[in-house]
């Protein structure tokens, strides 16, 4: 309240419940960052897109473990994060909130497989009963409305679903 020109920061924002968004905002917080519940959203995405192209019949699941064979690679970005046997850290690896995963996705291994996988889909007529096995309407009906192929439109909708709360 002495310093009226002052905003704050809040670091890591992520998973939030809706309601302390606007909060923070109150609280003087104007910058509120999120970060691993973007990427988060996106991964869901791809790996549902890759899992429609399986239940679909038009190919076999190739992100999964192309990204795992990365971080088992290169396992510098998750080491220190996930702990637990060999499962857990898989889990971990692939669906957790900290969402360490996203720092392979520049790798070219990772680049080449999503867009083979985007590229595969682009063209095919994707019925709304398929999508609805692994999107939620409201992220299909805003994919609908992006101009963009519909495999990309559902991975921006996803990442829109995600900043939703963000925006009061």
Not at 101 to 120: C, F, G, K
Request: aromatic content about 14%; glycine content about 6%.
């Amino acid at each position: 309240e002495t310093w009226p020109n002052l905003c704050l920061e809040a670091h890591s924002t992520d998973y939030q419940h809706d309601s302390t968004y606007p909060r923070l905002a109150e609280l003087g917080f104007a910058f509120q960052k999120v970060g691993p519940a973007l990427t988060f959203a996106w991964r869901e995405a791809l790996y549902a897109l890759d899992m429609m192209r399986e239940a679909a019949g038009w190919g076999k699941v190739t992100v999964m473990p192309t990204m795992g064979a990365l971080m088992l690679r290169d396992p510098g970005y998750w080491r220190g994060h996930y702990r637990g046997s060999d499962e857990e850290t898989r889990l971990q690896r692939h669906f957790g909130y900290a969402d360490r995963i996203r720092y392979y996705w520049p790798m070219p291994e990772a680049q080449a497989v999503t867009s083979a996988l985007l590229a595969d889909l682009a063209p095919r007529h994707l019925p709304r009963p398929l999508l609805t096995q692994f999107f939620a309407d409201e992220v299909i009906d805003r994919a609908e409305s992006i101009d963009l192929p519909l495999p990309e439109a559902l991975l921006d909708a996803s990442v829109e679903r995600a900043l939703a709360p963000y925006f009061f």
